[in-house]
């Protein structure tokens, strides 16, 4: 081996004699040879090889240090979940108000009798009746007895039919099963439910 080192292992040779002639050749409880070679490990293995070989009189040839510690890397974060698009509003379906005020007391008739036993169309008339009789009060809270000046047209737009031969069908066959009563004439007329005290109204044939 050559007589004169290069700077690199000049410096490194310095070290190693200098902390092997302080503390009985320990650095605080670290041979100085360990402690020498640990922390010049950026030093290359080649030149350190060719130190320790001068200094010892060793042949040694290469020398392993531990790899210096891996920096943890950043993990990335998961994708966000996709939002996913607004539900639309859904439409609106219009139920029943609550019996406060704006409501209509109906007979258990009509469920249990007219309800049964007659006609869709017969069935709307009578409701009609009842909703324009006994849900029309006045102060006192006095119903009124007749649906007053009733035509044909207002009938088939309460009941929703279409069909002025149906509505016709529909008032004789309320009338002749004593569900309600009619008085007046031409293309007017007012209507009544028949109470069970009074005579039946017979439809003019």
């Known amino acids: 081996m050559a007589n004169v080192l290069n700077p690199t292992m000049y410096a490194a040779h310095c070290h190693y ?23 010049l490990t950026k030093f290359a293995q080649r030149d350190l090889a060719k130190l320790l ?17 891996e920096t943890p890397t950043a993990t990335a974060a998961p994708p966000s979940p996709p939002i996913p698009p607004p539900e639309p509003p859904q439409q609106k379906l219009p139920g029943f108000n609550h019996p406060r005020e704006n409501w209509t007391k109906a007979p258990d008739f009509l469920f249990t009798h007219v309800m049964p036993n007659s006609t869709p169309t017969a069935f709307k008339l009578v409701a009609c009746v009842i909703h324009n009789t006994l849900g029309k009060r006045d102060k006192l809270g006095n119903f009124s007895e007749w649906w007053a000046g009733v ?31 009619r008085r007046g004439r031409a293309n007017s007329f007012d209507y009544a439910l028949r109470w069970d005290d009074e005579p039946p109204d017979t439809p003019e044939i």
């Open 17 to 39: 004699l200098r902390l092997s002639h302080v503390e009985g050749n320990t650095w605080h409880g670290i041979p100085a040879r360990e402690y020498s070679i640990g922390i």
């Open 53 to 69: 070989s001068y200094h010892t009189g060793n042949d040694q040839t290469s020398v392993q240090f531990d790899p210096p510690p």
């Open 151 to 181: 035509s044909y047209k207002l009938i088939m737009e309460k009941t929703g039919t279409t069909s002025r031969t149906a509505v016709s069908d529909a008032i004789t066959e309320a009338r002749r099963n004593g569900w309600i009563k």
